[in-house]
């Protein structure tokens, strides 16, 4: 008996002590990262290969340091979203930790086109690198690199190498009418690339299997080669005024267009118009011709918008807009006061699978959405407080939502000061995280960078779960703001938009009002 007591108590000093020492040994996961991705950081006293994980017991120092990286400014280390400013730490762990270098983007080049009269940056393709497409509003006549304008402003879509620290761009023929046009997105397609906006011109000769103008304001298509030259150009609308927002392309080399309607008539007959201003998207083949009951009409009696749309990888499409409307297609929404902001899930056919407002008791816009690793993420503004929005911190905030694949709201968070700020595109980086760029006229909040002078290009940088990372403002004494922004495969972000400066970070003099303003970020 008194043996196998003793044996039972040694095996319960052996538990408690296998269990003391789990807690004092107990390990815990650690990933060290950077943004924007560098190959390697020192860990310890060894270069690890990025992103690096391993474990570590509690208690444990770990010991990191940040390499200077050409082109870009060291922030400091996001130690579980907390930020430590010193290039080389002690980390100690006690809990599962993420290590994160942050670094921004310097500015490395910039570029302005233009004339004596305005240019507008609105399109954007990367190739690479080194090879570039922008699409620009011009109204110029002057410019040895503005071919043939038509009357008033064309859309003008020049190509841009890289060469030398340098871009080499070729002088570009000029689309349109004798009114006005403007240009509101690029695309690339096989075999060439698609630029789409509207029109007031009433003279422009459609080409291929394309549509006549209808009155008012037409939506405006156009493809070119990949040499620059027509391929063919087409109107889209009715009798209304219309405008064409976003394009992208399909799988199976078709185009998603969405915009704005007045119209009931030509190319919106039976498409579902409700009245006044009405959203919409239409399937349009790489010939021009829209594809037959797939034009459609969303929203409600007051008035709605659609401004961007892409194809989502199970081959529906993810849209977002603004909403003022309680009837039509949003009677089962509820709703506040002024501009809501709104998205839809549409199936393959264009029918909605579900749909959502967001907003408080002022406006609210989302300017762009794009499908990422595990859902949505939506760019836009809003002016209101509380509500769906976390903080109001001044006028018109830049506000960031992320959905789930199913469309529930998983976070929304507001980016700004005092002043008006606006967020216009985004593209998911290759650390997982976002690049936002828009404007901003603010100079404190989250603008911790100077303000140049009246608006601003913003740039910012979120980490997945929204945490603002870094955030940088460029410009000159007068308005500045960008429209399109993507990452390079060296990890350079690349934006384009409009400057009136001729200033601070505008080296060179613009030609008029305003020019299309391009800039290189990293490297």
């Known amino acids: ?70 082109g870009y400014d060291f922030e400091g280390w996001l130690i579980n979203n907390e930020l430590r400013q010193t290039a080389e730490i002690a980390v100690e762990i006690e809990e599962n930790t993420t290590i994160k270098a942050i670094y921004s983007p310097r500015l490395v080049h910039e570029i302005t086109y233009g004339g004596s009269g305005f240019e507008n940056g609105t399109g954007l393709v990367v190739e690479n690198s080194n ?33 030398s620290n340098n871009y080499v761009v070729e002088p570009q023929l000029c689309y349109g009418g004798s009114d006005e046009e403007s240009l509101m997105d690029t695309v690339r397609i096989a075999g060439g690339y698609v630029s789409a906006g509207w029109s007031d011109s009433s003279d422009i000769a459609y080409s291929g299997s394309g549509y006549p103008y209808h009155g008012g304001t037409d ?31 399909t799988i199976g080399e078709k185009l998603i267009i969405t915009g704005i309607t007045g119209s009931s008539d030509s190319n919106f007959a039976n498409s579902g118009y409700h009245g006044s201003k009405d959203g919409w998207v239409a399937l349009m083949s790489s010939s021009g011709t829209l594809i037959t009951d797939l034009i459609k009409v969303f929203g409600g009696s007051a008035e709605d918008g659609l401004l961007y749309a892409m194809q989502t990888k199970e081959g529906g499409y993810i849209v977002c807009g603004y909403s003022t409307s309680s009837d039509g297609d949003l009677n089962s929404l509820s709703r506040s006061t002024g501009e809501d902001l709104w998205v839809l899930k549409l199936d393959s056919q264009l029918e ?32 209101s407080a509380g509500g769906d929005i976390n903080e109001n911190k001044g006028g018109k905030d830049l506000w960031v939502l992320k959905f789930s694949s199913d469309g529930d709201l998983e976070w929304s968070k507001t980016y700004g000061g005092s002043e008006d700020d606006e967020g216009f595109d985004v593209v998911q980086t290759a650390d997982g995280g976002f690049a936002i760029c828009g404007y901003t006229d603010s100079s404190d909040g989250d603008i911790l960078h100077e303000n140049r002078g009246m608006s601003d290009v913003w740039v910012i940088k979120l980490g997945y779960d929204g945490y603002l990372e870094w955030e940088a403002t460029f410009g000159g004494s007068e308005n500045d703001f960008a429209r399109r922004i993507n990452e390079t495969e060296k990890r350079e972000l690349i934006v384009i938009g409009t400057t009136s400066s001729s200033d601070r970070d505008i080296k060179r003099p613009i030609q008029g009002p305003s020019d299309a303003w391009l800039l290189r970020l990293g490297r």
Request: charged residues 20%.
């Open 352 to 383: 909605i699978e579900w749909q959502d407002l967001f907003g408080g008791q002022n406006d609210e816009r989302a300017n762009v959405i794009k499908e990422v690793n595990d859902g949505y993420i939506a760019v836009g503004f809003t002016e």
């Open 219 to 249: 939506g405006y298509v156009i493809m070119m080669h990949n040499d620059g030259s027509l391929r063919w150009q087409t109107y889209i609308g009715g009798s209304g005024d219309d405008e064409i927002r976003s394009v992208n392309t």
């Open 131 to 163: 090879e570039i497409l922008i699409g620009i509003t011009s109204s110029s006549t002057d410019s040895s690199l503005i071919l043939e304008n038509k009357g008033k402003s064309d859309f003008w879509i020049p190509f841009l190498q890289y060469e």
């Open 1 to 70: 008996m008194h043996r196998r007591l003793s044996s039972l108590l040694l095996i319960l000093c052996l538990v408690l002590v296998i269990a003391l020492s789990g807690c004092v040994f107990r390990r815990y996961s650690v990933v060290v990262s950077c943004t924007p991705l560098i190959e390697k950081i020192e860990v310890g006293n060894r270069e690890r290969e990025l992103p690096y994980s391993f474990s570590a017991r509690k208690g444990q120092n770990i010991v990191v340091k940040a390499p200077l990286v050409p």
